[in-house]
Nanobody
Framework: VQLVESGGGLVQAGGSLRLSCAAS????????MGWFRQAPGKEREFVAC????????RYADSVKGRFTLSRDNAKNTVYLQMNSLATEDTAVYYC????WGFGPHAYDSWGQGTQVTVSS
């Protein structure tokens, strides 16, 4: 499966962005999908994940209440709605496909990433 993220950009603190992750090559309707992010000089960190039926989601404490993960299996796409963005949210955001888990090792397919920059 190939994953392509889009929707990143530059936004002021307090603003919103919606990231999309489109899958091709095979469907993702049976897969757990996750988002991770990596800031310069830091480890890649878990942001959120969603199960195949969208009945279960998990968020990192740092984004809980601000970010919402959803999916449209008919479109082979997952979405990360990010509200109340803060400068510490600045990072490259990666979409991933895998099994339920909160570490990068649980995911075996990754997109190329999309840059999110939040200015103060």
């Amino acid at each position: 499966v190939q994953l392509v993220e889009s929707g990143g950009g530059l936004v002021q603190a307090g603003g919103s962005l919606r990231l999309s992750c489109a899958a091709s090559g095979r469907g993702i309707s049976d897969d757990v999908m996750g988002w991770f992010r990596q800031a310069p000089g830091k480890e890649r960190e878990f942001v959120a994940c969603i199960n195949w039926s969208a009945t279960l989601t998990r968020y990192a404490d740092s984004v809980k209440g601000r970010f919402t993960l959803s999916r449209d299996n008919a479109k082979n796409t997952v979405y990360l709605q990010m509200n109340s963005l803060a400068t510490e949210d600045t990072a490259v955001y990666y979409c991933a496909r895998g099994r339920w888990g909160f570490g990068p090792h649980a995911y075996d397919s990754w997109g190329q990433g999309t840059q999110v920059t939040v200015s103060s």
